[in-house]
């Protein structure tokens, strides 16, 4: 796995994934979260979890690239395309782009790890993992062998992916969906909570399940069952 650097870092985003990321890296790696940068056109108060919020267009005048690291912590959305857009943006800025794979998942030495990826506890992930850049792993999934996950990815918690599956670009793996074995996911394939996949997906799909219907019935009528 790729080593984790002990440099200082800036967080792009103020919203939950970057409180989150903050308290991550804080707490689970050798890094010191300096401060945070949202765009100028978002920035609405000057601290941020006790830490200096600054515009990003001027981040780089006070913690320098030469010196500071940046983790762009933006989520989903347009299929992740605006993380990766801010993660071009940073690094013509000439920031590297920071890593974290969580010590409480489970992983093996050759898991290959991109820039900017966000991997959470609770995950397994087998031998033979590639994992591209900018990818976020919420917790508690399994990653099986041979499994390559391309760039830009999302995978909500509890997912299961099977062996030998490819996950295209820009993809987006709701909660407690299930991949079969040797399929491939194609570019902007979105997954919605719960969903089963058996087959290989043409890019820009979607597979979603119908949600539980109430039942009709009183809780009490059913609580013999319990």
């Not at 792009?12 to 970057?18: I, R």
């Not at 000057?46 to 005048?61: K, R």
């Amino acid at each position: 796995m790729n080593g984790q650097s002990d440099r200082p870092l800036v967080i792009f985003g103020v919203g939950e994934l970057a409180q989150l990321a903050c308290y991550y890296f804080t707490h689970d790696s050798p890094r010191r979260v300096a401060a945070f940068t949202v765009d100028r056109t978002h920035f609405r108060e000057n601290q941020c979890m006790g830490l200096p919020v600054l515009a990003f267009d001027e981040v780089d005048t006070r913690y320098a690239p030469e010196e500071y690291d940046m983790f762009v912590a933006l989520g989903y959305t347009r299929l992740n395309r605006a993380r990766a857009e801010k993660c071009v943006e940073a690094k013509s800025r000439g920031y590297r782009l920071a890593t974290y794979v969580s010590s409480r998942s489970v992983t093996w030495p050759d898991l290959i790890v991109g820039e900017n990826c966000f991997i959470m506890e609770g995950n397994v992930i087998q031998p033979f993992v590639r994992i591209g850049n900018n990818v976020i792993i919420w917790c508690g999934s399994l990653v099986s062998h041979h499994v390559e996950i391309d760039d830009h990815c999302f995978i909500a918690a509890h997912a299961v992916i099977s062996g030998h599956v490819k996950i295209g670009a820009h993809s987006f793996i709701g909660v407690n969906a299930t991949l079969r074995d040797k399929i491939t996911l194609a570019e902007r394939t979105l997954l919605g909570a719960g969903a089963l996949v058996t087959a290989s997906t043409d890019e820009n799909t979607a597979y979603l399940t119908a949600p539980s219907q109430e039942a009709g019935v009183p809780s009490h009528r059913l609580q013999s069952l319990l």
